[in-house]
């Protein structure tokens, strides 16, 4: 009788490029058994913990995640995703300076990632830094102009500097790329000593589709 070869044992790799695969299909509860098995067969990996912080963070585990974040960046300092995330956990515990932190960091690492840009606008806008999230959204713009959620950012902002002819070329370039983010403009527009009030929404509609780009 000839015995089978056994199969070769997993690979720290293997393992994370499925834990990967598994939280790519929306399976969050087998790819966090994968990312355990990793821990408990393998050495520290910086991947696994950060898996593990994206898992926790989805999962409501604030603390739990930022753990897994710390070890990860310890053993891999600069990974501009890690710093992303550790970034998300911080507005989750709502420390708005440690995430500026974080994605003032990613951008200085990774200048030309839009995502990291724009995280960085949000915190920047949220500390009352007008000019740096202007600039940073610009940034995004740039490399995709018709990304609407930072249209419609970069008009919320222009419109708090005082910039309101500006804001409204922004808001109209977001409205006609998609006109559901209607709600959203109208409501900033109507912010008292920075917006502009509008009777007739209908009349508001007509101006953002005219508007020029």
Known sequence: MVTPPTPPAPQITDLIALSIRLVNANQPARARIVCDQALAMFEPHPAVHQLLAVLDLQDGQVAAAREHAVRSLTLRP????????????????????????????????????????????????????????????????????????????????????????DALRAYGRA?????????????ALSTPGTGRLWLELDDLRAELRALPA
């Open 78 to 165: 600069d990974h501009v995703p890690t710093l992303l995330v550790m970034g998300d956990i911080a507005l989750a515990q709502h420390d708005v300076r440690a995430a500026s932190q974080s994605f003032e960091r990613a951008v200085v690492l990774a200048p030309d990632q839009p995502e990291a840009w724009f995280k960085t606008a949000l915190v920047r806008q949220d500390l009352h830094d007008l000019d740096g999230a202007i600039t940073a959204l610009e940034r995004v713009l740039a490399a995709s102009p018709e990304r609407v959620d930072a249209l419609v950012n970069y008009g919320i902002v222009l419109q708090e500097s005082g910039r309101l002819d």
């Open 175 to 187: 409205f006609r790329l998609r006109e559901q983010t209607f709600g959203r403009i109208a409501h």
